[in-house]
């Protein structure tokens, strides 16, 4: 009888435990949907009417409403002509954001890059140069600028050592809450965008803010936003935020039809990204790829994969604030040393690419539609005989051919495509 007692003294305890433990969780989910309907308000707020001012400058007027494209183009002309704004400038040891710049014979652009970061409305940023060992007058052009701004950090490279390399660098050694890779013949084009950032970090605090780009294309000096389907460097997968596990998945999606894809975001440029989370990304990525190769591509798209992972969440602002110029292709690019640099880029995308679906157990197809896109370029390993890279390629071919996760379309696109690797 005693047991008896008991069994039901347990029964009850356990059942009143059982139901705190559902309120618990109900306002633990309910707490969760008001943070993310909260969130999503204030970024629409932000974006319509920026009604939440700039603590740092307690600016009343609603600087988004007066902007249009004849703001924008005013504020490019004011850049390119070299017109400094009367701005008080703001030295702080952790600024809020760093501008990484990683140049190499950029002496006709990297004055009027500059020049778009100075004269920002939001003054609370350092700027880091990477001069890749410039051979022009690119150096007495950047010292000239740090003697009149001392926010500005350089460094020099003894060697070449491509781009990849320099943005580590940049990341390594910068002291900002957040960092914004900017090329060193673009443009940031909004003269506001920085103070519309740091809104947006002030009230919703997120690992990846977004913005818009427009295009410029160098022969015409004409500014045009592309259409809706060019979305290489314009994705805008929302305009509300996005949270994991969604978000480590989206980079492989197109944002219109919802279906697996190439991979779309492929660009550092359009973005702030926080900078823990990136020195978390540098990391995985490791000292193999920063030390011991020379990339000249994809490396944007290598960062980006495992970025996009780390976040917790991300958002579009969908506010336009960088001017990427696009320039005719040089012949360089048409050199057989460049053709090499560019196919091991590739290659070295694909092995970390590969390893990190493997390690945290992705689609395979994310793989296949990259190889899609690029593979034929590793062919160029074959033609101009680049042994190591080779063999390293035939190797994780086949390696992807036994793997028991990858479908039977992708095994035979390989064996197709790589049959002169594969030697089948």
Known sequence: MEVKIKSKEIYIKNSILNKYIIIIYKSAFIFSLFLILKNNYFLTLIK???KFESNFY????NIIKNLNKETYIKYIDSCKSLKRFNINKI??????LSICISIYNSEKYIEMAILSVINQSFQDFEIIIVNDFSNDKTYNIITKLQNEDNRIRIFNNTKNLGIYYSRVFCALNSRGKYILFLDSDDLIMNPYLFEMLFNCYVYLNLDIIEFT???QKEKDNKI???????LNHNHNFTNKIIYQPILSNIIFYKPQTKQLSWIICRILWNKIIKTNILLK???YIGNDYYQNHYMIMAEDTMINIILFHYSRNYTNIGIPGYLYNIKNLSITRKTKEYIIKQSI????LYKLLYNYIKEFDKNRNYLYYELRLYGYELLNLKK?????YLQNTTNMLNEIINDNKASTEFKIFIKKTFKILLCI
């Open 48 to 50: 319509k009417n920026n």
């Open 58 to 61: 307690n600016k009343k007027n």
């Open 91 to 96: 030295k702080k040891e952790n600024p809020f």
């Open 213 to 215: 780009v427009y295009h």
């Open 224 to 230: 045009f936003y592309p259409k809706s389907h060019e």
């Open 281 to 283: 990304t540098i990391n």
């Open 345 to 348: 880029s590739f290659y070295l």
């Open 384 to 388: 101009f005989n680049v042994t190591y």
